[in-house]
């Protein structure tokens, strides 16, 4: 059989094909003992994406699963250093974050992705991208007030200073999550509490059975 397949797209490299895999993504799924997906913690800067994601990524590795993750801050040191905060450039990045995160749930991966992710319109096209049970939205729903309290990067008294430009939740939209798979409130529960939500979130819709 051919290992090649013909892919209609509307990409601007034309006369591609698809090389297919010869270690599926079942076969890594089965060798893994868990679903591939991606958990995509959404929220105001603050409000604790980058603590949970990590919570809980250390939650799936202690229990033996393949994880990563994938940070705003860090992410936009490398591959989208030339992006900037403009809402053209937001969507350019939760763009490529949607495909980097749809190639490592292929490898098998359960992926805690924490972007600010502000438009209701890109995390559905993340959402489509990966299809419905490999997308699990994690809204980390905290007040505005509380981010600013907490300000762990000393960003909300930069932007309300007006140093920063364009900061979501002062200058800039987050459009809240309408129906997320996981609505956590931090302002109201502890990180343990809140990372456990999401893992027994994966454990009862089949992503895991550890
Ligand atoms: N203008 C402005 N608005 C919001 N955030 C800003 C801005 N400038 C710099 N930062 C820092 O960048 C982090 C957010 O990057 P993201 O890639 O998650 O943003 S987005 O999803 O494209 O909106 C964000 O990280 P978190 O605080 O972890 O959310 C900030 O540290
Ligand atoms: N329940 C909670 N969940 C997550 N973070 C919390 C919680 N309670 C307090 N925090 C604190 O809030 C801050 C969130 O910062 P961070 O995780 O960098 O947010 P973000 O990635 O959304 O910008 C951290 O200092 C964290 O310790």
């Known amino acids: 059989m051919s290992p090649y397949k013909i892919v209609e797209s509307d990409d601007k490299s034309t006369d591609l094909m698809w090389h297919l895999a010869s270690v599926s993504h079942q076969d890594r799924v089965a060798a893994n003992g868990h679903q591939g997906a991606v958990m995509w913690f959404t929220g105001l800067s603050g409000s604790g994406k980058s603590t949970l994601a990590n919570a809980v990524d ?4 202690e229990r033996g699963a393949s994880t990563y993750v994938l940070d705003g801050d860090n992410v936009r040191h490398g591959l989208n250093g030339d992006l900037g905060f403009s809402d053209n450039d937001r969507v ?5 974050i949607g495909e980097v995160s ?3 749930v292929d ?12 438009f209701a319109e890109d995390r559905t096209m993340v959402r489509r991208l990966l299809g419905d049970k490999k997308f699990v939205e994690v809204f980390v729903d905290t007040p505005l007030e509380e981010c600013e309290l907490r300000d ?10 007006g140093e920063i430009k ?15 798979e996981v609505h956590i409130k931090t302002a109201e529960q502890s990180i343990e509490v809140n990372a456990l939500q999401v893992v027994d979130y994966l454990k009862d819709n089949g992503y895991l059975n550890f």
């Open 58 to 61: 250390k939650i799936l590795h």
């Open 92 to 96: 350019e990045n939760i763009r490529r």
């Open 102 to 104: 749809k190639l490592f």
């Open 107 to 118: 490898a098998g991966l359960l992926v805690s992705s924490a972007f600010i992710s502000p």
């Open 152 to 161: 762990p990067k000393g960003l909300y008294k930069k932007a309300r200073a």
């Open 166 to 180: 364009n900061f979501t939740g002062i200058d800039s939209t987050y459009e809240r999550p309408i129906s997320p």
